[in-house]
């Protein structure tokens, strides 16, 4: 499975910005595809997970009320919409994916190699 991330950038605070995270290979032990957000020093946060199949998905109640979540099978993307943009959503983004439905990170099989979200503080 080979993930790619794209649209991140620099916004300003209220600003909004949607992540993309294209699949592509052998997809077939890859049910669930999840975000996960890094900044210096800090863990590696998980934001939000969705399946392939059903589309059921979760978000972190931090950012509930602002990111949304959607996926694409015919082009095998998932998609994260971020609106409301504040300084700590700072990080780089990265999609994953796992055959569970999980927060956690070590659940998670192939990595993308992130795109870098970046809000002046």
């Known amino acids: 499975v080979q993930l790619v991330e794209s649209g991140g950038g620099l916004v300003q605070a209220g600003g909004s910005l949607s992540l993309s995270c294209a699949a592509s290979?052998?997809?077939?032990?890859?049910?669930?595809v999840g975000w996960f957000r890094q900044t210096p020093g800090q863990k590696r946060e998980w934001i939000a997970a969705?399946?392939?199949?059903?589309?059921?998905?979760a978000i972190t109640d931090d950012v509930r009320d602002r990111f949304t979540l959607s996926r694409d099978n015919d082009k095998k993307t998932v998609s994260l919409q971020m609106n409301d943009l504040k300084p700590e959503d700072t990080g780089v983004y990265y999609c994953?994916?796992?055959?569970?439905?999980?927060?956690?990170?070590?659940?998670?099989?192939?990595w993308g190699q992130g795109t870098q979200v970046t809000l002046p503080s």
């Open positions: 994953a994916s796992s055959n569970t439905f999980t927060n956690q990170g070590s659940l998670y099989n192939y």
């Open positions: 290979g052998s997809t077939s032990s890859s049910e669930v």
């Open positions: 969705i399946t392939w199949n059903t589309g059921a998905g």
